[in-house]
């Protein structure tokens, strides 16, 4: 497992959580693409935001949008995901991904990732 999510946890509704994903020191990973995604208990894998290899181009499911914020630091090889306003509807295990191949498309398709964390658990109670 090269990626590492850290930063999960139990909140009350309208709560706030900081998810972080720390990805190998190599140069080749500052060029990867990077995204999240999340399952909730009985469901599927749901893609959540992406971001490209510079940050410069973010995209977000639209359940999310003004509420999360995705962004990466490449000088210290993480990634982050910025959860306002959390809602018991986005309790699930959150996977931060990698792909080799660059873009400013959404990619919504878990198979277009090549590398995936272990996972973290977000809670949000009501």
Do not use: H
Not at 60 to 83: C, H
Not at 113 to 122: F, K, L, N, P, S
Request: aromatic share 12%; proline share 2%.
């Amino acid at each position: 497992v090269q990626l590492v999510e850290s930063g999960g946890g139990y909140v009350q509704d309208g709560g706030s959580l900081l998810l972080s994903c720390v990805f190998p020191g190599r140069a080749a990973w500052r060029s990867y693409g990077m995204g999240w995604f999340r399952q909730a208990p009985g469901q599927g894998l749901e893609w959540v935001a992406n971001i490209n290899s510079g940050g410069s181009r973010t995209n977000y499911v639209d359940s999310v949008k003004g509420r999360f914020t995705i962004s990466r630091d490449n000088a210290k090889n993480m990634l982050y995901l910025q959860m306002n306003s959390l809602k018991p509807e986005d309790t699930a295990v959150y996977y931060c991904a990698s792909r080799k191949k660059d873009t400013t498309e959404v990619i919504t398709i878990w198979l277009e990732y090549d590398e995936w964390g272990q996972g973290t658990q977000v809670t949000v109670s009501s």
